[in-house]
């Protein structure tokens, strides 16, 4: 059964520092992978996706993800956090061919210091 | 605004009472989905429509009843409900399948007292 892990909880970093968060899913055939964020009050609003090609997908805000699959991974990052940035992150796998389900992992909330 | 719009934004409701949780889209999407979040709880999918039709229910309570006249909304109704259900209730629509992501609306905020 396809499952997507982010193995951190809550992860706290400085305004203009970089940031990571994981995500690891498990999963038979190639994945379509998905970074959404969550602000307080409001609904998901999708970051990047990858489908296939290039490994290394751009997405808004200035996130970046590299799908690695050797370690079935596909982390998040940005070079400089911003206050605006603190929200709640979710990585989701779907499969074309199992009628537009998608899994997310059960997020991961990001504070920023100032 | 996302073009995925959910009414109302907040509800609080008895346990006996019956509401309706609506969802419209404007982005000519065929597939809308409701999903259940909880607190400290990974996004629970709770049904899939595609093309009006339901394709999946996923093991939901009978007193959660989806509607799907069109392939522009989409609602929920809601009676009888337990505390343990409030929850956020987010409603996503997407173009085909899973293929291009979902796009969300921002939520009905539901406590059941």
């Known amino acids: 059964a396809q499952s997507v892990t982010q193995p951190d909880i809550h992860i706290t970093v400085s305004e203009g520092a970089s940031l990571e968060l994981r995500c690891n899913y498990s999963?038979?055939?190639?994945?379509?992978l998905f970074w959404y964020v969550q602000s307080p009050g409001q609904g998901l609003q999708l970051l990047l996706k990858y489908f296939s090609g290039d490994t290394l997908v751009q997405g808004i805000k200035g996130f970046e993800a590299e799908f690695k699959r050797s370690q079935s991974s596909f982390n998040l990052r940005k070079p400089s956090v911003h206050w605006s940035d603190a929200a709640e992150y979710f990585c989701?796998?779907?499969?074309?061919?199992?009628?537009?389900?998608?899994?997310f992992g059960q997020g991961t909330e990001l504070s920023v210091k100032p | 605004e996302t073009g995925v719009t959910q009414t109302p934004r907040h509800l609080v409701m008895g346990m006996t009472n019956k509401k309706s949780l609506k969802c419209e889209q404007h982005l000519g999407h065929n597939a809308m989905y409701w999903y259940k979040q909880s607190a400290k709880k990974p996004l629970e999918l709770m049904f899939v429509y595609s093309l009006e039709e339901r394709v999946e229910n996923n093991s939901v309570p009978s007193r959660f009843s989806p509607e799907c006249p069109n392939s522009s909304h989409l609602f929920l109704h809601l009676h009888t409900l337990q505390p343990e259900d409030s929850a956020l209730y987010l409603c996503?629509?997407?173009?085909?399948?899973?293929?291009?992501?979902?796009?969300f609306g921002s939520g009905t905020r539901l406590t059941v007292v």
């Open positions: 989701a796998v779907g499969n074309y061919n199992q009628g537009g389900k998608l899994i």
């Open positions: 999963y038979g055939a190639t994945p379509y």
């Open positions: 996503a629509s997407s173009q085909d399948r899973a293929s291009y992501g979902y796009t």
